[in-house]
């Protein structure tokens, strides 16, 4: 069974700064990238930022762009986001998951078969 470890949550104040990480278990050549979704309360799960690693290519949420930056090591199957300058309203749970392309397109919840566990951002105004 795939499991997938975030780490790097906490509470910060508005304008701070917050690094989160993911590891995951599963062998590289079993998926085609790894993303970061959250989940506000009372709200839908929002796709935040994925890497693909055929190119590492990245893609970004309008609600982050400019401010969150996804990284990775396909060799080791880890992601990290570095979140700049954040909001009260990027108060959420953070997941991590692991991306399969022939599921469909990155930005889709519906295109990631392996998730992790979470972990709380709180941001203070």
């Known amino acids: 069974q795939v499991q997938l470890v975030e780490s790097g949550g906490g509470l910060v104040q508005a304008g701070g700064s917050l690094r989160l990480s993911c590891a995951s278990s599963?062998?590289?050549?079993?998926?085609?990238?790894m993303g970061w979704f959250r989940r506000a309360p009372g709200k839908e799960r929002e796709f935040i930022a994925g890497i693909r690693w055929t190119d590492y290519a990245t893609y970004y949420a309008d609600s982050v762009k400019g401010r969150f930056t996804i990284s990775g090591d396909n060799s080791k199957n880890t992601i990290d986001l570095q979140m700049n300058s954040l909001k009260p309203e990027d108060t959420a749970i953070y997941y991590c998951?692991?991306?399969?392309?022939?599921?469909?397109?990155?930005?889709?919840?519906?295109?990631?078969?392996?998730w992790g566990q979470g972990t709380q951002v709180t941001v203070s105004s």
């Open positions: 998951a692991t991306y399969q392309a022939w599921m469909g397109t990155i930005t889709m919840a519906s295109s990631y078969n392996n």
């Open positions: 599963e062998r590289t050549f079993r998926n085609y990238g």
